[in-house]
């Protein structure tokens, strides 16, 4: 399809003009969805935290990314300042190089985002069925900030991204990210 390969040649762009983005150790397309996903979902994180948010290829339990906000600022750890008048957002994607969704990578996201919350499901057990590592480690986030926004009687919104690349948005000469990285190198150490 010609769309797909346009896309093809927007991410080979962003590579091109940040040569640096071939080091890092995870798929392509997952750093191309989280550098032109950005400011349009992520509150325009740092590059290495939108990395850190990749949940890899194998394992990941149907979510690609996960990133989770208190007060539109990314949370990275358990002793991050939560009171009761925090807004908690935990942000699911599931990205797909495709034409459409199928059912199966919707199952597989809602099954993972399920697991997640289930706290009796331990975190060995997680590892035990499949997770990876990147999934386990933000379980273990999320559970801990889950929990202790309960404790503050907070609100906490979870949202899932079905996001299937809008071309629109990322083939745009004017969209402000592309723009930016074009302008300022991204950095970032590995």
Same mark, same amino acid.
Request: aromatic share 8%; glycine share 6%.
């Given at each position: ?22 080091? *890092?150790? +995870? ?5 191309? *969805? ?40 990314? *949370? ?13 957002? *935990? +942000? ?17 996201? +809602? ?9 009796? &499901? ?36 979870? +949202?899932?991204?079905?996001?299937? &690349? ?25």
């Amino acid at each position: 399809m010609s769309l797909r390969i346009l896309l093809d040649d927007q991410i080979d762009k962003l590579f091109e003009d940040n040569p640096e983005l071939n080091s *890092v150790n +995870k798929n392509k397309f997952e750093i191309a *969805v989280s550098a032109f996903s950005n400011l349009q979902y992520l509150y325009g994180i740092e590059f290495d935290d939108l990395i850190d948010g990749i949940m890899g290829e194998g394992g990941d339990e149907g979510i690609d990314h996960c990133y989770v906000f208190c007060n539109g600022v990314l *949370v990275k750890d358990e002793n991050h300042q939560i009171n009761k008048e925090s807004h908690i957002k *935990v +942000k699911f994607f599931q990205t797909k190089k495709e034409n459409g969704f199928s059912t199966n990578g919707f199952k597989n996201l +809602k099954e993972g985002i399920e697991e997640i919350f289930n706290l009796e &499901l331990d975190l060995d057990k997680l590892q035990k069925i499949g997770a990876n590592q990147d999934i386990i480690d933000a379980a273990d986030l999320i559970r801990k900030i889950f929990r202790k926004s309960s404790r503050e009687r907070l609100n906490l919104v979870v +949202k899932s991204i079905m996001l299937q &690349l809008h071309l629109k948005l990322i083939l745009q000469k004017n969209n402000p990210f592309t723009r930016r990285i074009r302008k300022e190198p991204f950095k970032h150490t590995i």
